[in-house]
């Protein structure tokens, strides 16, 4: 019989700081961690960091769409070609939505492109109708690469060790 202390539950490593791509991050890690990068352009992304915000955003498109779909068809007056006064709030949820996550995707496109080595002005693709998007879709598939490294933050270099008082 031993007595020492047996841990019964694994100890989980810390996440990477925010500066760093955080590889295997979960749905709901990835999207806190989107809202807290909000407009970071430097640095890098892993594809879990990335796919997670995407099914966040997909998602969240998709339920007020078709909950501002169906309200505005259910209250409309005039057959649908117009929607019903109750989907007037959703729009505007929906449309606040839209507009508050460009800014979060495009960062997180740009840092999504240094981890797989490329330059962040591939962004720019994205102007093109339909086959930019497909294009850069397939780049945020790509692995991460060793040459995304260059993109991590530089740390600060000290000539001098830091001074300790000396004992007295």
Do not use: C, N
């Amino acid at each position: 019989m031993s007595y020492q202390t047996q841990p019964s539950v694994a100890a989980q490593p810390a996440p990477p700081p925010l500066e760093l791509p955080y590889y295997g991050i979960g749905f709901v890690d990835a999207v806190k961690r989107g809202f807290k990068k909000y407009a970071t352009f430097a640095g890098r992304a892993s594809r879990s960091e990335y796919w997670w915000w995407a099914l966040f955003t997909f998602l969240t498109y998709t339920v007020l769409g078709l909950l501002a779909y169906a309200v505005g068809m259910a209250t409309s007056r005039d057959g649908g070609r117009t929607p019903g006064l109750l989907a007037v709030p959703l729009l505007i949820l929906f449309a606040v939505f839209l507009f508050g996550v460009i800014v979060p995707t495009l960062a997180l496109t740009v840092r999504r492109l240094h981890d797989a080595g490329y330059s962040g002005l591939m962004a720019l693709l994205l102007l093109v109708p339909y086959l930019g998007g497909l294009i850069i879709m397939i780049f945020a598939l790509l692995p991460s690469s060793a040459a995304g490294a260059k993109y991590d933050p530089v740390p600060a270099y000290h000539p001098y060790p830091p001074q300790t008082p000396y004992a007295q």
